[in-house]
């Protein structure tokens, strides 16, 4: 019995003026594809802003294009909601007859439930309304209008020069219009349309989001990354697009920060970067001042090696002009062994004065450490009980 009432009320309403209705709110635009879809999003922007009469119309403008179950729905959403502003009564007929296309093209829908609550509610309405004879038919207006829409809640709009209103008919002359929006956190637009006589032209305007603009406190030399892409110094203002970014900051011989940062449009963010010594670069400290110390020791042996060498060779003179005692002979063997000793000891520190200073510089070298987020190699040196090296490392 339920399907019978729907079924008879979905068979009264098709007496509207669908055909009229459509050829009042498309005109010629039956081959544009995108004054369809313009025609759905300034509809849905007006809905969302409570605009229910606007959004109705260009819903309408939407679905004689592409008659999908789903706008439909839509319609009648909208002309329900108005029907409770306005109190006209086509709005009733009309959103009844839109939630039954609904369910006979989708009854297992995700709107299924919703649309046959809503013809419970409405058709007790809509009978009633037929009885007392308040049902009137809709009536298109022969007006040249249009509506500007944008996906912001807020925005200063002009046609012409003369402020409107979004989502709001406005009332043209035929012809060439210029429509500038101006939004806070978006770029100026400005579009020039042209409309025809009679006609209701829906102007989705894109308003493209301002830059934020970030910056990093972090102490000299320091590099900045933003979502894993190097942008410089940390110390330059980078404008970035808005919303979240990885802010990541590095220097060779300290810890990598980093951070998750939210950014506004057109809002000036800034951050300290506090970076902490790396234990790497604590080590490598002592590992030079180690090298040092064994470069310091190579000279002084070396001096102890030359002045050895220089009595060695006073002596050697005396043993060659036959003066020389057998005690003077004895010294001299002795001071030769010592010389070799010595500059032995002094070519082996200084061979190792220059490998650990070497092992060194390869520390403070590679100890810099990539941003936290960001995939690559870690090449760093290694030291153990009796060896040293280098350790690859990738991320990925």
């Keep these: 019995m339920r399907r019978l009432t729907l079924t008879w009320i979905a068979a009264v309403t098709l007496a509207l003026p669908g055909a009229s209705w ?17 025609a759905f999003r300034v509809g849905a922007q007006a809905f969302r802003a409570n605009q229910f009469d606007v959004a109705a119309r260009m819903l309408e403008q939407a679905y004689a294009l592409d008659p999908r179950p ?47 609550d809503r013809l419970a509610a ?6 009633e309304l037929r009885q007392r004879g308040e049902l009137t038919p809709y009536v298109a207006p022969v007006r040249t209008e249009l509506v500007v829409g944008a996906d912001v809640e807020r925005a200063d709009v002009t046609v012409d020069g003369k402020a409107v209103a979004l989502w709001q008919p406005v009332e043209v002359e035929a012809g060439e219009h210029v429509i500038v ?12 349309v042209v409309i025809a006589a009679g006609r209701l032209l829906p102007v989705d305007v894109s308003l493209e989001s301002k830059a934020g603009r970030l910056r990093v406190h972090a102490e000299a030399g320091s590099t900045m990354f933003v979502d894993g892409r190097r942008r410089g110094s940390a110390a330059v203002e980078v404008e970035v697009t808005p919303g979240e970014h990885f802010v990541s900051v590095t220097r060779r011989g300290r810890e990598s920060w980093s951070e998750v940062v939210e950014v506004g449009r057109d809002q000036d963010v800034s951050l300290d970067a506090t970076l902490q010594r790396t234990a790497q670069r604590r ?53 030769v062994d010592d010389e070799q000793r010595r500059r032995s000891l002094t070519a082996g520190l200084g061979i190792a004065a220059v490998s ?4 060194g510089a390869a520390m403070w070298w590679f100890d810099n450490e990539p941003p936290g987020a960001a995939p690559g190699i870690d090449v760093a040196p290694a030291i153990g009980a009796d060896a040293a090296g280098l350790v690859v490392m990738g991320r990925y």
């Design 283 to 335: 080590i490598t400290r002592w590992v030079l001042v180690t090298a040092g110390a064994l470069a310091v020791s190579a000279g002084a042996t070396g001096i102890w090696a030359y002045t050895t060498r220089r009595e060695a060779r006073m002596l050697d003179e005396e043993r060659r002009d036959l003066d020389a005692t057998p005690e003077t002979l004895a010294r001299y063997n002795q001071l």
């Design 22 to 38: 459509a050829q009042a709110q498309t005109g010629d635009d039956a081959a544009d594809p995108e004054a369809g879809a313009a």
């Design 356 to 359: 650990v200073a070497a092992l």
């Design 122 to 127: 409405l058709e007790p309405v809509l009978v």
């Design 181 to 192: 929006v101006e939004a806070v956190g978006y770029e100026r637009a400005e579009r020039r």
């Design 70 to 116: 789903e706008t439909a729905f839509s319609i009648a959403q909208a002309n329900r909601l108005q029907y409770y502003l306005d109190r006209v009564s086509w709005r009733i007929q009309r959103a009844v007859q839109l939630y039954q296309v609904y369910l006979d093209q989708l009854p297992a829908g995700p709107r299924a439930q919703d649309a046959i």
